[in-house]
Structures are given as structure tokens and as C-alpha cells.
């Protein structure tokens, strides 16, 4: 009994010792990176590019995501992230020059879009079918954002939705400090109804209430991550962009989301599609 308990407290002990490594990232920088450190450090709120379908400039609002990504958690303008984004390049066979670009980010989208089964789908041709309405369930009052579009979501989903939630107010003191971070302003939205508010409203939005919305499977989520004064909660501005993602909640999803089985959308902050599992 006494041996397994050494045994156990041994493992414990190598445990944390493993924990706090990963934690401690070593943000220093190997000095060969400078020179793409220093071209990053330039780009990072002067690039001009059109990475969407609008133009934008600098590239800040994907530091979250491509810190995640690379595994290297450490200021964009430094080396050792130009060194992990080196190491991306290489992966995606990309010459692999440290510096972020165009072409870079493009393999970025792409390895994000593929986690997504609903992006799959529609790249066949298909448009996933709407769950019978008997798996869907309700948001709690408390779970609905005031400018909410709709308060269902297929049931499972919303039971990840809430392990999540709890974690991250359990986690940032930020995110339990502001109840209004992560509520639910759109989920399940019946094609039908989409159809009609699109028509009504002589204005379909583009991508978001095309005729094959994500939200039709009731596994699509838009989260309050914050907004911008004057701004909308899904405002797509780049301003309004960027600064939704150096809130709290945007870069406690996109670290821990996964866990839960949440995939994000590199264009949109609030949005994330559940595919199960997590990890
Ligand atoms: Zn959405």
C-alpha cells in the first residue's frame, strides 16, 4: 500500500514538473530569428492585404489562432515565434522564412476550414439537414445574449456549450466577472425562417444567411466575445475584428475550446461549430 502510494505520489510529482513546463514557454527567441522577427514586428499593424473579401491592415486579429496553432504562445513580433511559424511553413511545405505573409495564411485557413465537417460538406456539393426538432433544446434565459437571433441548439451541443462555459469562468477571472461574455446570441436557425428574415429584409447578408447557413444544424454556435463601442456583436470591420480578439473570452476559446469539441471560424470571433468529441 505504502509502495503504491510512492508510486502515485511519484507520478503526481512528474505530473505537475510536465504541467509547469508547458506552461513556462521560453518566449525568448533563438537570435538567428531576428531578422523575421523584426519584419513581423513591422507587418504585424501595417500590412496591407485582403484576406477576406475586404481589404485589412495588419494581421493581429489571427495572432490568437496562429500562436495556437504553431504551439507558441509568445509576442507576435518576436523569435520565437517567428521560429514556430517557421516550423508551420516547413510542415505545409512553405519556404520556411519565419516571417507571416499571404501565402502562409492561406495554409492556415485551409487546415482550419478542413476541421470543420460542415465546410467538408458544403466543398461535395452538400447542405447538411436540419436536426428533427426533438433533439433540439432550449437556452436558459441566463444563456441568451440580448441581441439574440434565436434561442435553440441541438441538445448535445448545448451540453458541451455549458461544460465550457463553466470552465472558462472557473479559469479567468475576467470571463466569471462579466456574465455577458460567451452568451448565446445566434444557434439553431431553421432554414425556413432564414429564408423568410433574408427575403423580408431584402438583404441576405452575404455568407451568414446564405442559403445554406452552418446555424442549420443546430451545432453552429456565435458566442459574445465583446464588441466594439457603437458596434455590432457580429460586426465582420476589421476593427471590430481585432479587438474582439484580444478580449479575454476569444483567447480562452481559442486555447480551450477544443476541449469541448468547438472548432472556430478564422473570419468570424463569435463563431464556433461543434464536431464533437474535443481535445
Ligand atoms: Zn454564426
Redesign the pocket.
Known amino acids: 500500500m505504502l509502495r503504491l502510494l510512492a508510486v502515485l505520489a511519484l507520478g503526481l510529482s512528474l505530473l505537475t514538473a510536465a504541467t509547469a513546463r508547458a506552461q513556462a514557454t521560453d518566449c525568448t527567441g533563438d537570435p538567428a530569428w531576428a531578422e523575421a522577427a523584426l519584419a513581423n514586428a513591422l507587418s504585424l499593424n501595417t500590412l496591407s492585404w485582403t484576406p477576406f473579401n475586404q481589404a485589412e491592415t495588419g494581421w493581429e486579429a489571427y495572432v490568437p489562432i496562429l500562436q495556437h496553432e504553431i504551439g507558441v504562445k509568445c509576442d507576435p513580433a518576436g523569435g520565437a515565434f517567428a521560429a514556430g511559424l517557421a516550423r508551420f511553413q516547413a510542415r505545409y511545405d512553405l519556404p520556411p522564412t519565419g516571417v507571416f505573409d499571404a501565402a502562409t495564411f492561406i495554409v492556415l485557413k485551409g487546415v482550419l476550414q478542413e476541421r470543420r465537417p460542415f465546410v467538408m460538406a458544403r466543398v461535395r456539393n452538400e447542405c447538411p439537414d436540419p436536426p428533427p426538432l426533438n433533439q433540439l433544446g432550449y437556452l436558459l434565459p441566463e444563456e441568451e445574449h440580448a441581441d439574440r437571433l434565436t434561442r435553440l441548439l441541438r441538445r448535445d451541443v448545448l451540453d458541451a456549450y455549458r461544460r465550457m462555459v463553466e470552465a472558462a469562468r472557473t479559469e479567468v477571472p475576467a470571463i466569471a466577472a462579466d456574465p455577458e461574455l460567451l452568451q448565446i446570441f445566434?444557434g439553431f436557425r431553421d432554414p425556413e425562417a432564414d429564408a423568410a428574415r433574408c427575403a423580408q429584409q431584402g438583404n441576405c447578408d452575404g455568407v451568414?444567411r446564405a442559403a445554406c447557413?452552418?446555424?442549420r444544424t443546430g451545432t453552429?454556435?456565435?458566442l459574445y466575445v465583446g464588441r466594439m463601442a457603437g458596434m455590432d456583436v457580429?460586426s465582420t470591420a476589421p476593427e471590430s475584428r481585432r479587438h474582439m480578439s484580444r478580449g479575454p473570452a476569444y483567447q480562452w476559446l481559442v486555447a480551450n475550446a477544443g476541449r469541448f469539441g468547438f472548432r472556430p471560424?478564422l473570419y468570424?470571433p463569435?463563431?464556433?461549430e461543434y464536431v464533437g468529441g474535443g481535445g
Open positions: 445566434s451568414r447557413s452552418p446555424h453552429a454556435i456565435d457580429d471560424y468570424e463569435w463563431h464556433w
